[in-house]
């Protein structure tokens, strides 16, 4: 059923510095799976994944769309960020 069709795309990236100190961040992209697959771009699970707020799958995003809500870009934002706070305490 339609309410029980929820779902997530995560991408957790762990960044190891050189005293051995763990940075781990974790990236999250939210939506539904559609009915069927829709799409031709991306790879995986994109042509099945509606993300919240699109009318659309994850495989007909453009890829300027998709990197600026994915998962990993999520990711690896807030990895930029904890490593530039890291980093200005230095």
Do not use: Q, W
Request: aromatic fraction near 10%.
């Amino acid at each position: 059923p339609d309410d029980k069709r929820g779902a997530h795309f995560t991408c957790t990236i762990h960044f190891i510095k050189a005293d051995g100190e763990e940075i781990a961040v974790e990236g999250k992209v939210f939506g539904k799976i559609a009915h069927e697959p829709v799409g031709e771009n991306g790879f995986g699970y994109d042509p099945l994944f509606l993300p919240d707020g699109y009318d659309c799958s994850m495989a007909e995003l453009c890829p300027e769309e998709k990197n600026a809500i994915s998962h990993r870009g999520n990711a690896l934002k807030i990895l930029k960020e904890e490593l530039r706070n890291y980093y200005a305490d230095k």
